[in-house]
Structures are given as C-alpha cells and as structure tokens.
C-alpha cells in the first residue's frame, strides 16, 4: 500500500533555513501537500505541489519534488520561532481524494 | 464562516461506554472525512462520505461507525469504547474538485 515516511524532529537555529524531507511510494500521486499543525489546533495546508513540477516557491517555502526519487522537501527560509511546529507530508490518493499522510516533523526552533 | 467545528474538544470514556464524535462545515463541501492522530503515526483515515448520502470505510474502521446526516453534519460514533480508541479525532471537508481539504480543531478522546 502506499507509504510516506519523515524524520520525526529537527532542530535549527532562529534565522537559518529548515529543510524537512519525506518520501513517498505512491508514484500516481497527483498532489503533494505539507500541513502544518500547532499546538493543541487542527491541520492547515501550507502549500502543495502538482505531480508535474519540480519546484514551487511561496514567499519564504520552497517546495522540491524529486519524481524519480519519490523525494519531496520543504524548505522555510529565515526561520522563526513561529514556524515551530508540527509538519506533515501527504499525498493525494484516488479520486475522492483521501490523503496519505506522514508521521510528522516536529520542528523546534532556538534562539 | 466558522469553517469546520467539532464537538466535545476533551472527552474521557470508560471502557464499554458509547459516545457520538460531532462535526460541521458550513463552506457547502460535498466530502467529509474522519481522521484519527496517535503519537508518531501520523492522521489515519477513519470513514469518508464524497457526498451527502454516501459513506465509505478507510484505513481504520473497525468499532466506529458514521452517518452523513446531510451535507453539513458528519457524526462519528463509538459503540463500545476501547483504551485502544484513546486519540485525537479530525474531521476534514473538502469542496468538490478542489485539493485542499479543510480541518476542524480535533476531539481529544480518553478511554480508561
């Protein structure tokens, strides 16, 4: 069945860049999405990607997506404390869109 | 709009007890889903209804059940609780055609 897989923890410094990675087995994915979830709150979509790009940029993400290698990453520039959280990859599955997620990436940021 | 609601936010149950897990959206979407979270194992599909009238199982039915009551409400049911149910429950709406689905704040459930 498909499977997507992340590190669970990252830890970097205030005003570095995060890179946190997934990998997924579904080849037939449409979308690639990252939801980033807060303390004590529900999932919200960050951004995605469509199956056809290799890169999407908004304002400080950019998001890769390596098709050959079932490797997709996230990478939050300048990153703030803010940005500390749980982060979760998915992908899209079937048609009535049931998404596949991973065990998130619990990432914490330091001064 | 509120987006997607659910209620209670904190429940503990003791084993064997029922209870009813509620949701709402009030964005007119055709599809609903029921999600569970446990530590390391990311959100697993419970059920999911594409449309009003229509449910289907997902990853981890077994000992819930559900009932599109019509578009906006879709209810989780827990006949018989088991510590094993011990969560946070999800539920997701999403517009038809659309990628993104939309998430409620979660239902965190104890069963001792």
């Known amino acids: 069945g498909e499977d997507v897989e992340q590190s669970l923890f990252l830890s970097v410094r205030e005003g570095d860049s995060s890179v946190i990675n997934c990998t997924y087995t579904?080849?037939?994915?449409?979308?690639l999405y990252w939801y980033k979830q807060e303390p004590g709150a529900g999932l919200q979509l960050l951004t995605y990607?469509?199956?056809?790009?290799d890169m999407k940029q908004d304002q400080r993400l950019t998001v890769l997506l390596n098709k050959k290698d079932k490797h997709l990453s996230l990478r939050i520039a300048d990153t703030q404390t803010g940005d500390s959280a749980i982060y979760f990859c998915?992908?899209?599955?079937?048609?009535?869109?049931?998404?596949?997620f991973g065990a998130g990436t619990r990432l914490a940021v330091h001064p | 709009n509120a987006g997607v609601t659910q209620t209670p936010k904190f429940q503990v149950l003791k084993t064997g007890q029922s209870m009813t897990l509620q949701c709402a959206q009030d964005m007119n979407h055709n599809s609903m889903y029921w999600y569970r979270q446990d530590p390391g194992m990311g959100l697993r599909l419970i059920y999911y209804?594409?449309?009003?009238?229509?449910?289907d199982k997902g990853e981890v039915p077994n000992g819930y059940n559900v009932s599109r009551l019509n578009k906006r409400e879709f209810s989780l049911r827990l006949e018989s609780a088991a510590p094993s149910q011990t969560s946070v429950y999800f539920c997701?709406?999403?517009?038809?055609?659309?990628?993104?689905?939309?998430f409620g704040p979660g239902t965190r459930l104890t069963v001792t």
């Open positions: 998915a992908e899209r599955d079937g048609g009535y869109n049931k998404l596949i």
């Open positions: 209804s594409a449309s009003e009238g229509t449910t």
């Open positions: 990607i469509f199956s056809n790009m």
């Open positions: 579904d080849s037939s994915s449409t979308y």
């Open positions: 997701a709406s999403r517009d038809q055609g659309a990628y993104e689905q939309y």
